[in-house]
């Protein structure tokens, strides 16, 4: 038989020397590097678990000891352990109440007289190993709380069935100005404008039914005080006590939204501004061009201040559709996505 090499702290809380003295050696034919404490009364108990600089790895706890017994030694001790594995020993007179302990935080329970070295070995690892898989799963629960919680963005769960909200971050709070609790008497229907309800059925049943990847991600939600808002959703499905659930990331577009709007407008204007420059403008200036054309076939008749004056004229005309060109030639460039300064 392989014995354990790795390290044990254990604590030992038992008035009979002898029983203390079995479970040493039951236990050393396992374990090549336990330490073991030994305290013979609840009061010893105390100071050790108060003084130690050393975390224990498992309790033993003897239900019977000279200065506290039962249900108050079981309550105590497990206040002062503070997550360590306690494993109650008890005789056959206090075997009923071995198994109440369990529902008090102990652990385990062993009978003393049915030990053996393979029973106490087991005992002592298993319980080690469930605390500690607790305490992981404990901590990982918590992390993904804290992402929840402390993510930025408004994040809500629902139910399928009833559509019913079963939780809400705190960015959802701040965002649609319910609290949690009165977000948790909502149901999506309660956060979306009545013309959106049909939207929302149908979005749904396409995500949940369909399993479309094509169901609507845009819509518009309603905060507290009324305000609408548009919102991005992307949905993931979970499960929650063995029901359908779905938790669903937010993200108000609605300043986005308004900035795209007010682009596409000033785009509008801007087309309509270019037109009247390729259009309005250039066809009173080609007239123009035609009346200096025209006054120039009769030069023979005019003095030269008048020639000269009619030249200066049509250089600035020119000048001036050179212009006109050059901008319809960008704004055509402007309209097409492309750079208006490329060649």
Do not use: W
């Given at each position: 038989m392989k014995r354990d090499e790795k390290e044990y702290h254990l604590l030992v809380i038992e008035d009979n020397l002898g029983d203390f003295v079995i479970l040493e050696e039951y236990l050393s034919e396992y374990l090549i590097n336990s330490s073991m404490v030994h305290a013979e009364d609840f009061k010893a108990a105390t100071t050790v678990l108060n003084q130690s600089t050393r975390r224990f790895d498992l309790v033993f706890l003897d239900l019977s000891l000279p200065d506290k017994s039962g249900e108050d030694l079981v309550k105590e001790i497990i206040r002062l352990t503070e997550g360590i594995p306690v494993v109650v020993l008890t005789g056959f007179t206090d075997l009923e109440f071995g198994s109440r302990s369990l529902a008090l935080g102990?652990?385990?329970?062993?009978?003393?007289?049915?030990?053996?070295?393979?029973?106490?070995?087991k005992s002592l690892i298993y319980n080690i190993q469930r605390v500690n898989f607790i305490q992981e799963l404990t901590e990982t629960?918590?992390?993904?709380?804290?992402?929840?919680?402390?993510?930025?963005?408004?994040?809500?769960?629902?139910?399928?069935?009833?559509?019913?909200?079963?939780?809400?971050?705190?960015?959802?709070?701040?965002?649609?100005?319910?609290s949690r609790e009165e977000f948790l008497t909502l149901g999506l229907k309660d956060i979306r404008p009545q013309e959106e309800i049909p939207v929302l059925v149908q979005s749904v049943e396409d995500f949940w039914i369909n399993n479309k990847s094509d169901y609507v991600r845009f819509?518009?939600?309603?905060?507290?005080?009324?305000?609408i808002i548009d919102v991005e959703i992307s949905p993931a499905k979970v499960k929650i006590n063995n029901q359908n659930a779905a938790i669903v990331l937010i993200k108000d577009i609605t300043e986005n939204l308004k900035y795209i709007h007010k682009i596409e407008e000033q785009n509008q204007t801007f087309k309509e501004i270019a037109w009247i420059q390729s259009h309005v403008v250039r066809a009173p200036l080609a007239r123009m061009m035609g009346v200096i054309h025209l006054l120039e076939s009769c030069e023979s008749t005019m003095d030269p201040e008048t020639l000269e004056l009619i030249q200066y004229i049509k250089r600035s005309s020119e000048e001036l559709d050179g212009i006109v060109r050059d901008i319809s030639k960008k704004s055509e460039r402007v309209l097409n996505g492309k750079n208006p300064n490329d060649s």
């Open positions: 102990a652990s385990d329970y062993l009978v003393k007289d049915d030990l053996s070295p393979a029973i106490l070995y629960k918590r992390k993904y709380a804290d992402l929840f919680q402390l993510n930025p963005s408004p994040i809500l769960v629902y139910d399928l069935n009833t559509l019913n909200i079963l939780d809400v971050n705190n960015a959802a709070c701040e965002s649609y100005g319910y819509t518009r939600h309603l905060k507290k005080n009324g305000e």
